[in-house]
């Protein structure tokens, strides 16, 4: 049986192959997603996903029956609404604020990652794969050693191949990276050896020494069956689409309704008719004939429609256990932070998990970067990682955020330095500094005064 990379750089040849590349895609997206499953369907599955998220709602428009390609390029009322993002992104909540990390082991180990943490927006980055992650079901990072320093990229779905280790389905014995801009080209990774291959040929190959192969994964959920994974737009996308497709039908509906049809009853069947200005309809009847002019205006039931919509949008929430109040619909003034609390446990929970999975991913990440340090630079020594995820900040009012606050730094949970840098996290890079601060403000007010009941 060959081996891991054989078998890879025998799918990158067949993935540049240019007979391949000129092969068309699925057309609609029923037959997308219900196209026999090879590599080549599960990454345009991957790109539709991706697609839909970043606004290109417009292009999965369907036809209506009958309307040809020109009639529907020309068809002037086609909205979208691009929920498939808004869904995704509220759920990736564990990178919105910053994460403390806290490195220790060699000092020298310590200094250098410490290095690459400060030249890379790693919690940027991480948002960034959490997305991806939750879109379509696994995202990776890529760590690469550029002029004397490292780099952290953000690799999609749809342009990664990836053959699973036999007995960890979840740990890849190689992958196939497709960079973006160049269908034609792939990279080859195992933990030993790099090819890349360009146009179906492999152009380079090469032992690289890292021992590891440098792309770290993140999974949307376990990986039971396989290296890959469904997440969430695998089912929120194609609704999204279908959404559309309604949205776009209604809004035509509601345009065509203020414009009255003519009906003509019994014209001169020998006379040309031409309607418009300084022009008659003759009229040849005899008898009781009905005979006339009259303008007929559709009745659409508009709003049985618009109601069909929200029943849509509010199963999808339903199934995806999405609180309606996080995007507002049918939301209630006046509800308190328990009430919220309430309503946002789904959500909670559903942190807790992710929380786990990229303590995971960090820490794999970490290991990663040491070794292609030890290659590139000769790193003698290791550190460890300890990460310190925020807690959620659940929706409050200012008099209910105040009283919290007072009751936590009464019962010694929270001091007054870490909720000035919780506040404002750009004034104080750290908490000495932001404690430094509090120290001189608390010393300015005694001698002016002003705050005598400050005793910390």
Known sequence: ???????????????????????????????????????????????????????????????????????????????????????????????????????????????????????????????????????????????SYEQGELRFWPWPAHRLAVLPQPQQPDRPAAVVALPAGAADVAHVWTAERFACVAAGRVADEQEHGYGCIPFVFAHDRLPVDGFWVEGRGHAVAPANAEFNAKLSELAHTIAMQGFGVMEIVNPDPAQDIAVGPGRAIRFTVSGNEPYGISFKSPQAPVAELLQDLEFFLRALLKSQRIPESVLSVHATSGQSGVAILAQQTPVLEDRVERRQVFAAFEHELLACALALLREHEGLRGACSLRVDFPEPELEQSASERMQMDDWRLRRGLATPWELMRRDDPDAWPDLESARAAWLANRDALREAGLAPEINL
């Open 1 to 143: 049986m060959p081996d891991a990379f054989t078998q890879a750089l025998s799918l990158a040849l067949d993935l540049t192959s240019p007979a391949l590349l000129a092969a068309p895609a699925p057309g609609s997206t029923f037959e997308l997603f219900t196209a026999p499953s090879t590599e080549r369907v599960r990454m345009a599955q991957q790109r539709f996903l991706w697609d839909m998220y970043r606004g290109e709602q417009l292009t999965f428009i369907p036809r209506l029956p009958g309307e040809s390609t020109l009639e529907f390029l020309r068809r002037p009322h086609k909205c979208a609404l691009n929920f498939t993002r808004v869904l995704v992104d509220i759920l990736s909540q564990l990178y919105r604020r910053p994460v403390e990390r806290t490195l220790e082991g060699d000092a020298g180990a310590v200094e250098r990652i410490q290095r690459a943490l400060s030249r890379n927006p790693l919690d940027r980055l991480l948002l960034t794969c959490d997305r991806l992650a939750r879109l379509q079901g696994v995202a990776a990072l890529r760590v």
